[in-house]
């Protein structure tokens, strides 16, 4: 098991975020993103307001804008990209500061604090095999996060060298 210092972990995401691997964050620290950064973060809790989503009298979405209005992810950089439009996010300012929560508004799941479990969904080689445990349900902070990615990563080099 690895295991960082608290401070080496949000050095590491400083490092991301100024470029120096533009592939892990799509969006870069232009002046134009500087006021979205700077506001807090306005969630404590789960968010899926499908009622922002217009839809016409078909039922095909006619606007959504207000539900992925950048107001939801302020205060946010925005880490992976899990694909299927599911971002994690890294809370820099407000209350949730140093968690991590997840943007799965492309899927009209909302937005939601990151867990161990949704890690498991998402990090591990067979998350079919996950048996949810009460404890695993609290937000993750960068720490907590970085590393699970970082030991299931390396459980899965290990897994992979064996065979």
């Not at 620290?29 to 306005?42: A, D, M």
């Not at 968010?47 to 009298?57: A, T």
């Not at 929560?101 to 079919?128: E, K, M, Q, V």
């Amino acid at each position: 098991m690895v295991v960082l210092a608290q401070d080496t972990a949000y050095l590491v995401c400083w490092e991301l975020s100024i470029g120096k691997h533009e592939d892990v964050f799509p969006e870069k620290l232009y002046q134009e993103n500087y006021e979205i950064l700077s506001k807090p973060f306005p969630l404590t809790e789960a968010w899926n307001d499908l009622d922002l989503i217009v839809k016409n009298n078909t039922d095909f979405v006619a606007n959504n804008d207000a539900y992925f209005d950048d107001k939801f992810i302020q205060g946010t950089l925005t880490i992976p990209n899990y694909g299927c439009g599911i971002y994690a996010l890294l809370v820099i300012t407000g209350e949730q500061s140093g968690k991590i929560w997840i943007d799965d508004r492309t899927n009209d799941n909302g937005i939601y604090p990151a867990t161990l479990s949704f890690c498991h969904a998402f990090h591990d080689i067979n998350p079919d095999d996950f048996h949810q445990d009460r404890d695993e349900e609290q937000p993750l902070s960068f720490y907590d996060w970085y590393e699970d990615w970082l030991n299931r990563s390396l459980d899965q080099i290990r897994q992979s060298s064996e065979t």
